[in-house]
């Protein structure tokens, strides 16, 4: 299915230019005072590779105070310390290789040839992701054998930059579902609790960040799969803009426009290099944007006072919530109200039950036309989970009149959203409706007395930033007395990516929830 492509466009090439120069991505030229504080140090230890953050991490491999072998064996021996009790990663590569792989990295430091900031950085792209020589899955056993022959766009962007993948992430069978387990591999624990769920689909990559196994993340994300593992296990997952990263090479490019990846990272400076290298227009996605990724490796900071915020909540009562979601989400916007911000509730004059049925309409639409030709084959047919069939076959009873009528008020939506903005900077809302619920079970079947009606319906919570288009991020809102996490997601206006991650650095300043609450796997 993969279509081949033209060069990237000029952003692109002028990106990879600058990366191999140094330049911009360079740490001490992010973070003034970090190249004399990582020279003071006369010793780095394995556990100070794995628990450093990716931009401490990039500075000490760009300076040679660490090589890339190192970095490599410090990941792989805490990978196998760690991954067995999670089951995070999957198709992890053999070390041999990896290791000549970092050798060779270091020979390119060493003559001068600096890749990226990503130089020699272990990656493991989620499952969904195409990975040239490594196997992709997508979770489901129809693909347990499947070698892509090229590389999805942003696993190419990352090679390019210096990373080296190590494996995969774990996702649910062809990414359906924010509970992260397939019949090919297994089930991903919840890195605060094991026997909880990781969330999804990107749940293996979040679970992977919580745990140090990776330094940063890739991720998809089509109903809050880039959000709710965030929330889940106490990262950050940002869903971009519409366009914003290029999502293929696909041989459909112009309707789907509802599931694409983006970046996941434990800070929001990480989280924003990462973008920095996975977002630029490529010829190959006519309608991704044409903006120079490196707007977002600046500096984040920026003042907040008197930044409107509108809280979103639970729409007024109309999803149900978990006992104490909504009280420690509330909690969390003090977060914001201590950087400056006024938070008033708000409420978008749209019917929420219509926006279920829109999104209903045009996700069977999407995934009956991106599967049915598996599900054409009987074969094929019987390796299929339940849910998969059932949207595909919801899919192809919809008319073409009922999808056109589902983007108009999709279209309405938006504008209900627009003029929201004209009151507020940004919209906050929760990130899930219930907290990480046990493992073993396929989705919560009702929330506060109210039954679920679909797999998914738990999920409702993140359909409205899916249908918007809109910039949207996870970040950590703390936890219930049982220990396990939550997130709140943060909303900006049409394009507003670089203005949605500075809001989410300046509460990540002032709440520090990664760093004050690590995981009992590797506390």
């Known amino acids: 299915m993969d279509t081949q492509s033209s060069s990237p466009e000029a952003p692109t090439s002028s990106r990879r230019r600058f990366l191999k120069a140094g330049g911009l991505l360079s740490a001490a030229a992010l973070a003034p005072g970090l190249a004399q504080a990582a020279t003071a140090r006369t010793r780095t230890t394995a556990s100070d590779i794995v628990m450093a953050d990716a931009i401490d991490l990039s500075g000490w491999i760009r300076r040679r105070k660490v090589s890339c072998r190192e970095v490599m064996t410090a990941f792989l021996d805490h990978i196998d310390r760690i991954n067995p009790k999670v089951n995070a990663i999957v198709s992890l590569q053999e070390r041999d290789g990896l290791l000549k792989q970092a050798d060779e990295r270091d020979r390119q430091l060493g003559a001068g040839q600096y890749l990226g900031w990503m130089h020699g950085l272990p990656q493991a792209p989620k499952d969904l992701a195409a990975t040239a020589g490594i196997v992709t899955t997508s979770g489901s056993p129809i693909f347990r054998n499947y070698v892509p022959k090229q590389d999805a766009i942003i696993v190419e962007r990352a090679r390019r930059a210096g990373a080296i993948l190590v494996g995969k992430t774990n996702t649910p069978e062809f990414g359906l579902g924010s509970h992260t387990y397939n019949t090919v591999f297994g089930t991903t624990g919840n890195a605060y609790d094991p026997s909880r769920c990781a969330g999804g689909s990107s749940g293996g990559a979040a679970v992977a960040l919580a745990t140090r196994m990776l330094p ?85 900071k920026r003042d907040f006072k008197g930044a409107r915020i509108g809280w979103l909540g639970d729409f007024n009562g109309y999803l149900p919530m978990e006992a104490g979601v909504m009280d420690l989400c509330r909690e969390a916007l003090k977060g914001f109200e201590a950087i400056g911000c006024r938070v008033e509730e708000a409420r978008p004059d749209y019917a929420m039950e219509q926006l279920w049925q829109t999104w209903l309409t045009l996700r069977h639409f999407l995934i009956a036309g991106i599967a049915s030709g598996l599900y054409a084959d009987p074969a094929k047919r019987a390796l299929m989970k339940p849910e998969a069939i059932w949207e595909i076959e919801n899919g192809l009873r919809i008319s073409g009149a009922e999808v056109y009528q589902a983007s108009v008020q999709r279209s309405k939506w938006y504008e209900a959203l627009r003029k929201l903005f004209q009151r507020y900077d940004y919209l906050v809302l929760p990130t899930a409706q219930v907290f990480p619920f046990d493992g073993a079970s396929h989705w919560p079947t009702e929330i506060a007395g109210r039954s679920m009606d679909t797999y998914h319906r738990w999920m409702e919570v993140v359909i409205g930033g899916t249908l918007s288009g809109l910039p949207v991020i996870n970040v950590p809102a703390g936890f219930n007395a049982a220990g396990l996490p939550m997130g709140l997601q943060v909303m900006g206006p049409a394009q507003a990516d670089l203005a949605v991650l500075q809001l989410a650095h300046a509460y990540e300043q002032a709440t520090r929830w990664v760093q004050r609450r690590l995981p009992a796997l590797i506390a």
């Open 216 to 300: 940063v993340a890739d991720g998809s994300d089509m109903m809050g799969s880039l959000r709710n593992p965030g929330a889940y296990n106490n990262v950050f997952g940002f869903r971009p803009s519409q366009g914003r990263v290029p999502f293929g090479p696909s041989g459909e490019v112009f309707y789907q426009q509802l599931g694409y990846e983006g970046p996941m990272a434990r800070t929001v400076t990480d989280l924003a290099l990462l973008l920095s290298v996975q977002a630029g227009f490529d010829a190959r996605l006519p309608m991704s944007i044409d903006q120079d990724p490196l707007s977002f490796a600046t500096r984040l």
